[in-house]
């Protein structure tokens, strides 16, 4: 898979090699950039129009999805998970009802936007930094699309840089983030990789574009994640002392004073028993009603939301990951839409 995600930028530096102009192979990529957002663009404005005609929705989920895995310091199946987690939330195995009763087939509760098509544009030789702003673009794209919020498909963790950011500048301020996850995904930079989904907090602290972090489920966290959330201030629940923490963290209030909360939410977070579809197995962790009861009792008004890190090439028990994705994505609908 590492050779697979890279073939598109040895071939584009081959073609540097072979002396092709440079202003040539810009004006290509300016070409698919802009096609690539000209198409999230009129489907979010398309989604947009349908549910403001319909009416009565203050906030409505939409799903992008952001199939990148290059960034994982391990095994780069995430960039596979977007289509998985749509067959399994449609899948029929199950209704499409939440918890709560909202239903998803009423596109004033979900609707879909499609994919930022992230190995196209790695294909013609976007490098990261475009790669990352483009995916804030596409964010912002279904933001202004009122009343469209997004809720993102990884992917793996270094999405959630670009969300976050672009979720934060168009709202105009910091958010308060509720992470949940095995690792505090903190490093200044993994293996000297900015962007990797081991980093990908620490960029959004560095960015001002949270106030306050909470990590929950944290269960495989070093002496530098330590001290990372030291210096950012980040407020980490490890696994270690959850039944002490369980009251405080079943019944939350964020967002107070800023523009909203967002939820990021890394599969990993759960048990293996519950999802063993991940690529960082860690034991002792959250179990799938602990993490509802987090979400359900939370008070906030939820701007925006990822589930990332499922690793479909991992899930070798009858799809039961994909569907605790599913689940876990209907639940954060229902926690978005209202």
Same mark, same amino acid.
């Given at each position: 898979?590492?050779?697979?995600?890279?073939?598109?930028?040895?071939?584009?530096?081959?073609?540097?090699?072979?002396?092709?102009?440079?202003?040539?192979?810009? @004006?290509?990529? @300016?070409?698919?950039?802009?096609?690539?957002?000209?198409?999230?663009?009129?489907?979010?404005?398309?989604?947009?129009?349908?549910?403001?005609?319909?009416?009565?929705?203050?906030?409505?989920?939409?799903?992008?999805?952001?199939?990148?895995?290059?960034?994982?310091?391990?095994?780069?199946?995430?960039?596979?998970?977007?289509?998985?987690?749509?067959?399994?939330?449609?899948?029929?195995?199950?209704?499409?009802?939440?918890?709560?009763?909202?239903? #998803?087939?009423?596109?004033?509760?979900?609707?879909?936007?499609?994919?930022?098509?992230?190995?196209?544009?790695?294909?013609?030789?976007?490098?990261?930094?475009?790669?990352?702003?483009?995916?804030?673009?596409?964010?912002?794209?279904?933001?202004?699309?009122?009343? #469209?919020?997004?809720?993102?498909?990884?992917?793996?963790?270094?999405?959630?840089?670009?969300?976050?950011?672009?979720?934060?500048?168009?709202?105009?301020?910091?958010?308060?983030?509720?992470?949940?996850?095995?690792?505090?995904?903190?490093?200044?930079?993994?293996?000297?990789? @900015?962007?990797?989904?081991?980093?990908?907090?620490?960029?959004?602290?560095?960015?001002?574009?949270?106030?306050?972090?909470?990590?929950?489920?944290?269960?495989?966290?070093?002496?530098?994640?330590?001290?990372?959330?030291?210096?950012?201030?980040?407020?980490?629940?490890?696994?270690?002392?959850?039944?002490?923490?369980?009251?405080?963290?079943?019944?939350?209030?964020?967002?107070?004073?800023?523009?909203?909360?967002?939820?990021?939410?890394?599969?990993?977070?759960?048990?293996?028993?519950?999802?063993?579809?991940?690529?960082?197995?860690?034991?002792?962790?959250?179990?799938?009603?602990?993490?509802?009861?987090?979400?359900?009792?939370?008070?906030?008004?939820?701007?925006?939301?990822?589930?990332?890190?499922?690793?479909?090439?991992?899930?070798?028990?009858?799809?039961?990951?994909?569907?605790?994705?599913?689940?876990?994505?209907?639940?954060?609908?229902?926690?978005?839409?209202?």
């Amino acid at each position: 898979m590492r050779n697979i995600g890279r073939m598109g930028i040895h071939y584009m530096n081959r073609l540097h090699a072979a002396n092709v102009p440079a202003d040539l192979i810009a @004006k290509g990529q @300016k070409r698919v950039i802009e096609a690539s957002l000209t198409l999230i663009r009129e489907r979010a404005k398309l989604k947009g129009e349908l549910v403001r005609a319909l009416g009565g929705a203050v906030a409505s989920s939409s799903l992008l999805g952001v199939p990148l895995g290059h960034n994982s310091s391990f095994l780069q199946g995430p960039a596979f998970a977007p289509p998985r987690i749509r067959e399994a939330i449609w899948c029929g195995s199950t209704n499409a009802t939440t918890e709560e009763g909202k239903e #998803l087939n009423d596109p004033r509760v979900l609707t879909d936007v499609g994919d930022v098509p992230v190995q196209e544009l790695r294909d013609c030789g976007v490098d990261d930094d475009r790669l990352m702003h483009i995916i804030s673009e596409s964010v912002k794209l279904v933001m202004e699309e009122d009343p #469209l919020r997004p809720l993102v498909l990884g992917g793996d963790h270094s999405i959630s840089f670009p969300v976050v950011r672009a979720v934060s500048e168009k709202l105009g301020g910091p958010v308060d983030i509720l992470h949940l996850d095995a690792h505090p995904d903190i490093y200044h930079a993994f293996e000297g990789n @900015k962007y990797s989904h081991a980093s990908s907090f620490a960029r959004i602290m560095e960015g001002g574009y949270a106030r306050r972090l909470l990590q929950v489920g944290i269960r495989s966290i070093t002496s530098e994640g330590r001290e990372q959330g030291k210096r950012f201030g980040v407020e980490q629940f490890e696994m270690r002392t959850f039944s002490k923490d369980r009251d405080l963290l079943e019944n939350l209030k964020l967002g107070e004073g800023v523009k909203g909360v967002y939820i990021s939410l890394d599969v990993d977070c759960l048990d293996p028993a519950f999802a063993p579809g991940v690529s960082h197995i860690e034991p002792g962790g959250l179990s799938f009603r602990d993490v509802l009861n987090i979400l359900q009792n939370l008070q906030a008004n939820v701007v925006a939301a990822d589930v990332v890190e499922f690793n479909p090439q991992r899930d070798t028990v009858d799809g039961m990951t994909a569907m605790v994705a599913a689940k876990l994505v209907r639940e954060l609908t229902a926690k978005i839409s209202k």
